[in-house]
């Protein structure tokens, strides 16, 4: 019943993650409804992200396809002997919003996950050992998602590491209780994360 272009427009919009079909048909007529500027501004925006944005070489975080790296890398104020591990690239921007980590980042491209079919050689893995090796590197921070993925994942980094480099400083983010939630309302994980990285007062 509706119009093929305003129908092929809401099936693409329902592609995206976290947008049912709902939502998608009022995105789809908002666009019909607004100036066309929104539209034509938006389909550049779209055309030109994969021609300008492109996949650093050396740590798997996302960059202008003019750079050669990350600057989140080639800065020299950064410091290459820390390394932290995400699992995507947009984890960086959390971290880096706090402005108070000034080492480089790795990206995994994912977690260990069996049940997707994400195995540990489709992860960037070995690339890190090798910046491991080539670039000194004296810590690495494994930030991996505190999720059954996630927690697989950050233990098979960490006996990998291990293995090959025996005196490496291995460390993981600290886990527990948020600010500003009670008890009653956290979950087991939480709870016993909570404890586990008990500080002294």
Known sequence: ?????????????????????????????????????????????????????????????????????????DDPARDKSIVLVVEEALDIYAIEHTKTFHGTYHVLGGAISPIDGVSADQLHIHELIQRVADDSVEEVIIATNPSVEGESTAILLEK?????????????????????????????????????NRTKL
């Open 1 to 73: 019943m509706l119009p093929t272009a305003l129908a092929n427009l809401i099936d693409a919009l329902g592609r995206l993650p976290g947008v049912g079909a709902r939502t998608a048909e009022r995105y789809a007529y908002f666009l019909f409804k607004s100036d066309t500027n929104l539209s034509h501004k938006l389909a550049t925006a779209l055309e030109e992200l994969h021609q300008n944005v492109k996949t650093c070489p050396k740590t798997f975080a996302i960059m202008d396809a003019s750079d050669q790296v990350s600057p989140l890398y």
């Open 160 to 196: 990998l590491l291990h293995e090959r480099f025996g005196n490496l400083k291995i460390t993981r983010l600290a886990r527990g209780l948020p600010l500003g939630v009670s008890l009653e309302y956290a979950d087991q994980i939480t709870l016993s994360a909570a404890l586990e």
